[in-house]
């Protein structure tokens, strides 16, 4: 089993939907969860960053954990056509970080 | 603007060459590290380093390797191109990987013919 699962869609969605992207994760012992963006042609960028359980709000965006079912997750509000871009889970599992394959993500106007 | 660079956006080279993947970072981190990025696959970790002169396998490290002479500069070498290694690859540098995680260069798309 792989340490992160991420379903690759691709999702498109109308612009102002909610959007919710997941991952699970194989290591009930994994602390620290983080959400990269990745637009077209570029570098992942840190997105959130969230410790153990709960959620962690920034603006249209909320990161929640799951530890009882390894489950972690992006909500995106009032989706906009800029927030078209791969959005990538990651943990840190036994220290370099690990990534999940990403998902492909298109808000159409 | 903390920055990692990576030397060429892309790199077009022939199968048996040997090609060097510059990488420079201005944060002063002590880990860096080198992904490949394929569709399908997404990334997947070759080779990273904690300190300068020291290198750890990643998961996929055959056919590359690495140098680590200056804490900034991290290199990533194909000995020997082949086509299987056309690929974007990416940079990445961290002051704390477990808590702060990365900042990526934006990649070099390397086609080798």
């Known amino acids: 089993q792989k340490e992160v699962e991420q379903d690759p869609g691709p999702l498109s969605v109308p612009e102002g939907a909610i959007v919710s992207l997941n991952c699970t994760y194989s290591?009930?012992?994994?602390?620290?969860f983080m959400w990269y963006r990745q637009y077209s042609r570029k570098g992942p960028e840190l997105l959130m960053y969230?410790?153990?359980?709960g959620n962690k709000e920034d603006g249209r965006f909320t990161a929640q954990v799951d530890k009882s079912s390894k489950y972690i997750s992006l909500f995106i509000r009032d989706s906009q056509p800029s927030d078209s871009a791969t959005y990538l889970c990651?943990?840190?599992?036994?220290?370099?970080?690990?990534f999940g394959k990403g998902t492909r993500l298109s808000v159409i106007a | 603007d903390v920055k990692v660079t990576q030397s060429s956006r892309y790199l077009v080279k022939r199968t048996g060459e040997k090609v060097f993947l510059e990488c420079v970072q201005d944060?002063?981190?002590?880990?860096m590290f080198w992904y490949r990025q394929d569709p399908g696959l997404g990334l997947r970790l070759i080779y990273f380093s904690y300190d300068v002169k020291m290198k750890e396998k990643g998961d996929i490290p055959e056919g590359y390797s690495v140098s680590r002479e200056k804490k900034e500069r991290f290199s990533l070498i194909l000995e020997s191109a082949s086509t299987n290694q056309t690929s974007m690859y990416l940079c990445?540098?961290?002051?704390?990987?477990?808590?702060?995680?990365?900042?990526f260069g934006s990649g070099t798309r390397l086609t080798v013919v």
């Open positions: 990651a943990t840190p599992g036994n220290t370099p970080l690990v």
């Open positions: 990445a540098s961290s002051s704390d990987p477990q808590t702060n995680g990365y900042t």
């Open positions: 944060m002063d981190h002590e880990n």
């Open positions: 290591n009930s012992a994994f602390q620290y």
């Open positions: 969230t410790y153990s359980s």
